[in-house]
């Protein structure tokens, strides 16, 4: 059996590490039979902090082919990946073409993988936002319209599925992979000092390090939605510096899109020059999890962080109208709320969530151990001829 799983962007790393482990768990108990795999990165995400920190801090061995594709339109991106996947395929002629979340690389890689006859199978199947100005909405329908096996981590993400026509025998409850990582990096995040992850990843020289005292945001954005628009993006940061900033420090560990819109809109002297704003660089996982650990609350546009919050009982605002993630959502047990970017929706939420206690909470089969169910799915898989 030969696999080839992808990866190409940073939320995919975090999926893969635990289904990489599992697959060498796998090979230990049957030494004649091992599965060979092999790891594909389209390098759709390059920089070191945006992608080497990650395979370092998740033990994930180094891939065994890189595409190189890095940054560009969509249109760009996905072609690149398709030309020089589409190559890898013919030459390595795999069993299962293994994709994980919803970026380029999800898209691009399925597509070719299927054109060319081959089994794919994605994890994180089943989420839907049905907004289809997402880009990452469009990965999603495409990857499970192709996918001959479908991983999913909630029931949710199941009825979708069997509502568009996906067989049920296709479908394969395995629960939530990200926090099998999770799981087993909690231990090592708790050893990180708040001032050490301030100190050695600050983006500026001013920034303040100390007497954050346990209370203290959490802020990330990075999608189109919210930093593509001059007359989205402003609002967002006013409220932040003049008024999240005057309750509490905020923390910011920034996207390089972010970074780029904030110089381009002339509001990046606005951000630099708030006293109680930390920004940082793009953070390690281990930083990331110590961070929302302990947060007051967190404010981001990410889907990955609200089933981290949670998991981990952060109250966490989402700065999205929509989320294909609903299962995190307060209505449904979870940290989450969904917030658009009405400032003053975000006001009235945030000041309401503050008086909120931490609650964790655990999906169904959000139990660490995803990662061997989804190659115990990938070996049980029978096709019909
Ligand atoms: C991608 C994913 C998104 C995911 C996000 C997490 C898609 C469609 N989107 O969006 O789902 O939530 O990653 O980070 O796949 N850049 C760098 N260095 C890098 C990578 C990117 O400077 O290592 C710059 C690029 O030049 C570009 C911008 O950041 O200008 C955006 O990168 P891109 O990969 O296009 O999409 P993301 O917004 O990161």
Known sequence: MKIISVVGARPNFMKIAPFIRAIGEYNAHRPLKPIQHILVHTGQHYDDRMSKAFFEALNIPDADINLGVGSGSHAEQVGQTMITFEKVLEKEKPDW???????????ACSVAAKKLHTNVCHIEAGLRSRDMKMPEEINRLVTDRLSDLLLIPDSLSGENLLKEGTPQKNIVFVGNIMIDTLESNREKAK????????????LLEKSIIEGLNGRYALITLHRPSNVDELNVLKPLIDFFVDEVATDMPVIWPIHPR????????????????????????PIGYHEM???NMEASIMLTDSGGLQEECTVLGTPCLT?????????????????????????ERIRNEYLFTL??????QRPELWDGQTAKRCVKAIMEFKEDY
Not at 259 to 279: D, G, S, Y
Not at 319 to 332: A, F, M, V
Request: glycine residues 4%.
């Open 289 to 291: 999890l110590r961070l």
């Open 97 to 107: 073409v293994v994709v994980v979340g919803d970026v380029n690389a999800t898209l």
């Open 355 to 360: 008086k909120q206690d931490r609650v964790p």
């Open 258 to 281: 972010t970074q780029k819109q904030l110089q381009k809109f002339n509001l990046w002297q606005k951000v630099t020059a708030c006293n109680n704003l930390v920004l940082l660089h």
């Open 319 to 343: 700065l999205r109208w929509n989320t294909e993630r609903p299962i995190t959502l307060r209505e449904n047990g979870g940290a989450s709320v969904l917030v658009g970017n009405n400032v």
């Open 191 to 202: 050893q990180y000092r708040l001032e050490d992850i301030l100190r050695k990843n600050k």
